[in-house]
C-alpha cells in the first residue's frame, strides 16, 4: 500500500489518466501506419481508406467482444488482429496483421499530446501521485517508458485486469495502492463513455478533455484548487 505525501492530501489524493487519446495519440495516423506495413508485404493501400474504414471496424468489433479490449494478453492481440482484419476489408496474410499489431508497441508510432508533459510535472511538483487507468494490454507500460512519460507510480491496463472501464472494478487497485477513496481521485480522459462511465460508476470525478488535443496544466490546476 502507498501511503500519499501528507503535503498533497486535499481533497483530491490520486490523478489517473487514460491514455490513448488523452497522453498520446497514434503517429502518423493509423490508417498510414496500416498502409506502411501492408507496404513492406507489397501491398498497397490508401492510408486514407483505411482511416475511414478503421472507426466502424473498431465499433462493430468492441460490440461483439466479450471483454472489449481483451480479457487478457493473448484475447488482447486476438481482439485487435479483428478490428486490423475488418478495417482492411479483406483476408490478410497473418504476417501483416500481427505486425501492425506488434508495430503498435513503438515509440515511434506515438506521439505525445500537446500540454502532457507539462502537466505532468506540473502535478508531480505538487507531490501528487500520478497513475495510469487504460483499456490497453501489456504494450502500454515499456511504451509509455519509452515516451519518458511519468512518473507514474502504476499503470493499470484492461488486459491484465480482465475487465474494461467503465468498470468501476478497474479503478479498485488503485484505491487500495493508495489507500484512497474514489471520491478523492481526479481522472483525465478523452471519453464520455468509459472515462465518464468509470467516474460515474466508482464516484470518482472526471476531468474531460478534447480526443487528441492534449491536456492544458493551468485547467487542471484550476479543477484541483477550486474543488
Known sequence: MTQVDSAAQGRFRLVTFDAHNTLIAPYPGIGAVYAEVARAYGLERDAASLDAQFPAAFRTTHAEWPVPYGADEDDARAFWIRVVGRTFGEPLPNEVAWECYDTFAMAGRWRVLPGVRETLAGLAARGLPLAVISNFDARLPPLLA???????????????????????????????????????????????????????????????????????LAAVLAKLDGW
Open 146 to 216: 519509452a515516451l519518458e512519460l511519468g512518473p507514474f507510480a502504476t499503470v493499470v491496463v484492461s488486459a491484465t485486469l480482465g475487465t474494461a472501464k467503465p468498470d468501476p472494478a478497474t479503478l479498485q487497485p488503485l484505491l487500495r495502492q493508495f489507500a484512497c477513496p474514489a471520491g478523492a481521485v481526479l481522472h483525465i480522459g478523452d471519453s464520455e463513455r468509459e472515462d465518464g462511465g468509470l467516474c460515474v460508476a466508482s464516484g470518482a470525478h472526471w476531468f474531460p478533455v478534447t480526443p487528441g488535443a492534449g491536456i492544458s
